[in-house]
């Protein structure tokens, strides 16, 4: 087992004595709070985290990191919290520790290969500091050395998430030890049989291999050596996945598989065509297979690895994998981003050829551009790649990718339409939420639906995805016509009793022909869904039908005319049906609507629509198949008149006083009655324009603050 002191050792190498401190100081805490608590291998608990900072400090990194190895676990395993954490360690640990806490809450279900992705896009989206990937991966590593402890279905299901997720991150990182060893371990649970079948072949040659190596490699050595150039050759053995991985691919058996041994020319230079010149030198010994030579130094990977790849024909006529790069690359390559930070660290020289080699990087994580502090380098390279996009699940586990802002309807929505339409609120990590929720990254969404329930025009406001608005434009127009379809046959039908007239034949006669052509209409529909929403009114079309009322064509009579004309009635303005603009209406005198008033429509016959409060005695008792339900749609600024009685006493100044206030609210007051009501008090009707219920309503409290002011009273009417 690894001890603290080997862990410090490690450190010292590299870090300033001062950092030693923090880390022993996580060692201990650690110790504490992991007190009691045993892994199944039977070992404390302890080894986990301690592991894991041993991992980090063979990385070289900071103290920081190296601390938030020790206490990964125990926010979300021991009593310890965030906040003990940072006031023991600082703010800068405590952040690493809250992502890796939140990091551990999502759940990895075995996922088909078309999610792998979205996951591991998601876990880069929630490490706001790169840091907090490099635990992670750290702590895959020792979980995965010590798979063998758990049961046969959880190491399944541990290895595939490492080789979906866990080691394509490494290697996206450019961390390449850690995606070999990621892989190899996962092979091993995933394929047990497969994996000892290689294991033993590979181990069969090895002797046989370790001459031929040896051979290659002073053949290599002397070469480079000959035109001045230094450095070292490997030919290590390439990692068991991989041969599994190009066997699978090739559809052939081991011994088919000729290049089991990667060699890699490691040139103790900084100078990119001195690896070139190597290159030249192997072609001159052996014969490059057409094809096969990659040149990532011109054209590094995403990841930033650089190297020259080729495959020549060998000694024994053998194909031969050779890898060349400097010293420099060679870091990169295995150790990828965290390799970056320490040569800032150490070797402040090579700073402007380092810009040159993360600018590729740059284009997968944001760094930020002034950074004067080396020490700060890794803190501040944000994964920005996918700061747009949040990822969260489905009540099944199935990740599913939004555009930042989103909310629950949007995610209804990317499920099925019906969902959208029917949905009336949803549930967020198991709390209710509201419909304008903005989804964060790894939350669980459960939409709640009830049957006959409807997208709403608001919803517009709320969407954010394209499907989503799309959808719920398309309901709302398919909506408002058939309520203007209803609406308009009721008032045709309404109008055509009243003289006489057969719906029924007149929906069959030549008339309705020549009404088709008069307002170029192609059906009966398009002609009920223009009377319903107030283009074209029911008499003008019974004018048709009543020939021998010539006359009234010309002239309707007064009443008859839709109150649309904004000249009659202003008042007809701001009111749409559920749905539908441009409806005509008519205020009702008996109970004064105004905005913020819950009003329904009555359907009087020729006359449209009434509106009143939901509440009016008038509608109350009407016939349930005339009313209609209204909402407010108020565009433009009208005033609306409400009636308003106030009881005060009867003293000098009261009235004085009232009307002040009214008026301090933009309130106009059109009409006054006062009449005593005893030797005491006065009553005081006034009749008032407002705009809405809000302003009505605080001026009403205006008035009752007065000291002299009895009570204030919405009338229905005077
Ligand atoms: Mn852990």
């Known amino acids: ?247 699978q691919a090739q559809q052939i058996d081991f011994d088919k598989v000729y290049d089991l041994t990667a060699f890699r020319i490691i040139l103790d230079s900084h100078r990119d065509q001195d690896c070139y010149q190597a290159l030249s030198v192997v072609h001159s010994c052996w014969k490059p297979i057409p094809g096969r030579f990659k040149d990532y130094i011109a054209l590094p990977k995403m990841n930033n690895y650089r190297s020259l790849h080729t495959t020549v024909i060998g000694p024994h006529g053998e194909r031969v994998e050779i890898q060349i790069r400097t010293r420099e690359m060679h870091e990169w390559a295995e150790e990828g981003i965290a390799a970056h930070w320490r040569y800032k660290e150490k070797r402040p020289q090579y700073e402007a050829r380092d810009e040159e080699q993360i600018k590729k990087l740059r284009e997968l994580l944001e760094v930020q551009k002034d950074l004067t502090n080396p020490r700060e380098f890794m803190s501040n390279l944000k994964l920005a790649l996918y700061h747009d996009e949040v990822y969260v699940f489905t009540p099944n586990g199935d990740v599913l990718a939004f555009p930042r802002g989103s909310t629950p309807i949007d995610f209804a929505y990317s499920i099925h339409t019906d969902l959208g339409n029917q949905c009336v609120g949803a549930k967020v990590n198991r709390s209710i939420v509201p419909l304008k929720y903005e989804l964060q990254n790894g939350d669980t969404v459960e939409i709640i639906t009830q049957a006959g329930r409807h997208p709403s025009k608001d919803w517009l406001k709320i969407a954010k995805t394209s499907r989503a608005l799309q959808k719920i434009k398309h309901w709302i127009t398919m909506e408002e016509r058939t309520r203007s379809i209803d609406l308009g046959r009721d008032m045709l039908e309404k109008e055509f009793r009243k003289r006489g007239i057969k719906y029924g034949s007149f929906v069959k006669s030549d008339e309705l022909k020549s009404v088709f052509a008069d307002f170029s209409l192609n059906s009966l529909d398009d002609l009920l869904a223009m009377v319903g929403c107030g283009k074209l009114s029911p008499r003008k079309v019974s004018n048709y039908v009543i020939a021998d009322l010539e006359e009234e064509k010309k002239e309707e009579s007064p009443a008859d005319i839709p109150v649309r004309d904004k000249k009659k009635s202003k008042s007809s303005a701001g009111i749409s049906l559920t749905g539908i603009d441009n409806i005509m209406v008519r205020f009702s005198k008996c109970c004064d609507p105004v905005p913020g008033d819950e009003i329904l429509g009555f359907v009087s016959r020729g006359r449209g629509i009434s509106v009143h409060k939901a509440d009016c005695p008038n509608v109350q008792g009407a016939e349930t198949d005339r009313l209609v339900e209204l909402e407010w749609n108020i565009k433009e600024k009208h005033t609306y008149p409400v009636h308003l009685r106030v009881v005060c006493r009867d003293q000098k100044g009261s009235l004085a006083e009232i009307s002040g206030v009214i008026t301090s609210f933009d309130v106009n007051i059109t009409q006054l009655r006062m009449d005593a009501i005893d030797g005491l008090n006065v009553m005081l009707d006034f009749r008032v324009d407002v705009h809405d219920l809000q302003q009505f309503n605080k001026m009403v409290t205006g008035i009752k603050r007065l000291k002299n002011v009895q009570s204030v009273e919405r009338m229905k009417h005077v």
């Open 1 to 247: 087992m690894l001890r603290i002191t080997d862990i410090l050792d490690k450190a010292e190498s590299y870090l300033p004595p001062q950092d030693l401190e923090g880390i022993e100081k996580a060692y201990i805490y650690s110790a504490g709070m992991h007190h009691g608590q045993v892994r199944l291998s039977g070992e404390p608990y302890l080894s986990h985290p301690m592991e894991v900072a041993g991992i980090l400090a063979d990385m070289e990194l900071d103290a920081a990191t190296i601390i938030t190895g020790f206490l990964h676990d125990a926010v979300e395993d021991t009593l310890a919290t965030l906040k003990d954490i940072e006031a023991g360690f600082g703010h800068d640990v405590a952040f690493l520790v809250d992502g890796l806490t939140k990091m551990s809450k999502i759940q990895f279900a075995s996922k088909e290969e078309r999610q792998a992705e979205t996951f591991r896009k998601m876990i880069l989206a929630m490490s706001a500091d790169i840091r907090i990937l490099l635990v992670k991966l750290a702590d895959r590593v020792h979980n995965m050395r010590t798979l063998e402890y758990q049961n046969p279905d959880k190491q399944r299901k541990i290895a595939q998430e490492t080789l979906d997720i866990f080691a394509p991150l490494a290697n996206r990182l450019g961390i390449n030890w850690i995606k070999m060893e990621l892989e190899d371990l996962a092979f091993r649970y995933l394929q047990p049989n497969e994996y000892d079948n290689l294991s033993k072949l590979v181990a069969k040659g090895r002797e046989e291999r370790k001459e031929y190596t040896q051979e290659v490699r002073k053949i290599i050595i002397e070469e480079i050596n000959k035109c001045g150039l230094k450095g070292e050759v490997d030919g290590r053995p390439k990692h068991f996945f991989s041969i599994y991985r190009k066997m």
